[in-house]
């Protein structure tokens, strides 16, 4: 189970709500461990043309009390046998299973059935979510619902479809609740560092001066298949020129290289970086990557819960600026199910988080059990790139790195 369901109820009654409805892909995942590869490319123009570029409808119900219920599209129902969710409410037009007494389908025991017959079965997807809550006594509740991410005219008619009920928009909301990871999250987030730290180190170690930086790509994207992860990126700058992912270049020698790498492992991402040296570094390049090391190690020692996302952030730029990397902007964020997830470790203006449900300020304390990325690129152009970046997890005691690999020495190749 994905969602932190303690802090999700204590949300909810933070904010007033009797349930949660979430209709973005991430957050179904989230409440119910549900997910289809169709749902996020997919619209309703690719079905209908002319129509919006609203997904197929998808919808998870987490109540306050009681049980939770998903809300999906027929041809998608045997996906969700994966869920920990049980009670599913299916839409669509769904084939007659009934086959005839003497039929050798009828009589073969072990033939499984095309659709499972517990599903509740409904003409449309507004139908079977307002099913859903009629069945759980929340007709007439104040629910949260994640609608910033669909088209305007989606809004007007899922509140038609809900009239007596008090929707309220809780997009952040749900960013809030997934600010501090699971038990099962941490595992992802985990094993995906783990993944993508060792496929990033075997193919940048066996590449040579003179090789197509492509060919790194191509043994980082198989040696993360081949441990049953999903490509993400795999970024490099040369000569301080900005970050590129698709264009073919030689490894030169000598040259101080930006490598930036990530993997998705079950849905969770990964994020991490370091400097790639051909040939001999230079004393001064050798002490920028000492210099990232210990603004790195400053800032992971400071991640103590309580402390302030901004407070993390302008430790990292007064390390930079006292060891004169000026102009550039080491910072941090978390990360999950999204590439970046709050908090955001970034300077204080005052903005504030705010939707129908929660109004919180920006700059965020840290919590035990939050996954941050730290990051500190130097780009000088014309000349070097150098990145040192690695996750870690909150604890008590600051960032305890979510793997037993440090990233802080330039990995020099010959």
Known sequence: MLVNRSRTVDWMERSGLDALIATHWVNVLYLSDYHIWIQPPFKEY????????????????????????????QSCELNASGSWVRD????????????????????????PSRFARSNKRYAAALDALAAVLQDRGLRDARLGIDLRHLPLEQHSVIRS??????????????????????????????????ISEDAAMNSLRSAKPGADIQEIVHAFRAGIASQGADFDHFAFSRRG????????????????????????????????GLTLMTGQPSARDTEICRQLAGCLEEARTAMKPGAKASTIQA???????????HGH??????????????????????????????SVSADLPLEVGMVINLET??????????????????????????????????????
Do not use: W
């Not at 690719?46 to 599209?73: C, H, N, T, Y």
């Not at 008090?166 to 600010?179: H, P, T, V």
């Not at 430790?315 to 990397?325: C, D, I």
């Open 46 to 73: 690719m079905l209908r043309p002319g129509a919006s570029d609203a997904p197929l409808p998808l919808f998870a119900v987490l109540p306050r009390q009681g049980e939770p219920a998903i809300v999906l599209d």
């Open 88 to 111: 599913r409410y299916v839409y669509g037009s769904v084939p007659d299973e009934s086959a005839p007494p003497n039929s050798e389908e009828s009589q073969a025991p072990e033939a």
């Open 161 to 194: 479809a809900l009239p007596h009920t008090m929707l309220r928009e809780a997009s952040d909301l749900f960013r809030l609740i997934r600010m501090v990871k699971s038990q099962e999250e941490l595992c992802r987030l985990r094993m995906a560092a783990s």
């Open 241 to 272: 020129i900005g970050m590129a992912t698709d264009i073919s270049a030689e490894l030169d020698r000598p040259e101080t290289l930006y490598i930036d790498f990530g993997c998705i492992y079950r849905h969770y991402y990964s994020d991490a």
């Open 315 to 325: 430790l990292m730029a007064r390390h930079f600026e006292t060891h004169g990397l």
């Open 329 to 358: 902007f080491p910072h941090g964020h978390s990360l999950g199910i999204e590439i970046r997830e709050y908090p955001i470790l970034a300077s204080s203006d005052g903005r504030m988080i705010r939707d129908d449900c929660v």
């Open 377 to 414: 690129p130097v780009f000088e152009l014309s000349e070097s790139a150098f990145q040192l970046e690695q996750s870690f997890v909150i604890t008590a005691d600051g960032g305890e790195p979510l793997t037993g690999r440090h990233l802080s020495e330039p990995l020099v190749i010959q």
